[in-house]
T-cell receptor, first 113, second 110 residues
Framework: DTGVSQDPRHKITKRGQNVTFRCDPISEHNRLYWYRQTLGQGPEFLTYFQNEAQLEKSRLLSDRFSAERPKGSFSTLEIQRTEQGDSAMYLC???????????FGPGTRLTVL | LAKTTQPISMDSYEGQEVNITCSHNNIATNDYITWYQQFPSQGPRFIIQGYKTKVTNEVASLFIPADRKSSTLSLPRVSLSDTAVYYCLVPGGATNKLIFGTGTLLAVQP
């Protein structure tokens, strides 16, 4: 399968713990996006990378959130000191560039107890 | 970025054609109109994208009038497996990020 992959698929954690999610985009896709989706809502944009450069961050991305894409390939999203309001599906998408289709991964579902 | 408005939900029966209309009054000259489909607990999946007039692929057609202030996604002969949320989007800006609304929940009944 050469699609976008995300790991883990599910994560349950206690409030105050740190969590890290990984996204492996489609090979050679230089654009990578992170979105967050809560129940009954559409996905919300969090941040965008072009190669290894993080070029845009949403105001939703508080200082507890950090994302990296160190070598322009996979990306990680870390949430520090998790809160119950962080419970959501975290989606990653990649695209080769331009205005074409974004390919989404299956998401990581985070539950903060 | 252009704001889109679409119905919250629609009902249909198997075998019928379904048309979902989206309005995007402040679409810019260079903007494309894009539709995604999402099943529960899955990431959204691209359906179709167009700029003007009509675009057709193996799963859907997209109709865009001359003023481009609205668009209609047409799903021919829907089946139960087409039950999903459908999002109308106008990606834009330098990053081409997607701004999702709540979408249209299409429920197909037997």
């Amino acid at each position: 399968d050469t699609g976008v992959s995300q790991d883990p698929r599910h994560k349950i954690t206690k409030r105050g713990q740190n969590v890290t999610f990984r996204c492996d985009p489609i090979s050679e896709h230089n654009r990578l996006y992170w979105y967050r989706q809560t129940l009954g809502q559409g996905p919300e944009f969090l941040t965008y990378f072009q190669n290894e450069a993080q070029l845009e961050k949403s105001r939703l991305l508080s200082d507890r959130f950090s994302a990296e894409r160190p070598k322009g390939s996979f990306s990680t999203l870390e949430i520090q000191r998790t809160e119950q309001g962080d419970s959501a599906m975290y989606l990653c998408a990649s695209t080769p560039g331009g205005y074409g289709e974004q390919f989404f991964g299956p998401g990581t579902r985070l539950t903060v107890l | 970025l252009a704001k889109t408005t679409q119905p919250i939900s629609m009902d249909s029966y198997e075998g019928q054609e379904v048309n979902i209309t989206c309005s995007h009054n402040n679409i810019a000259t260079n903007d494309y109109i894009t539709w995604y489909q999402q099943f529960p607990s899955q990431g959204p999946r691209f359906i179709i994208q167009g700029y003007k007039t009509k675009v057709t692929n193996e799963v859907a057609s997209l109709f865009i009038p001359a003023d481009r202030k609205s668009s209609t996604l047409s799903l021919p002969r829907v089946s139960l497996s087409d039950t999903a949320v459908y999002y109308c989007l106008v990606p834009g800006g330098a990053t081409n990020k997607l701004i999702f609304g709540t979408g249209t929940l299409l429920a197909v009944q037997p």
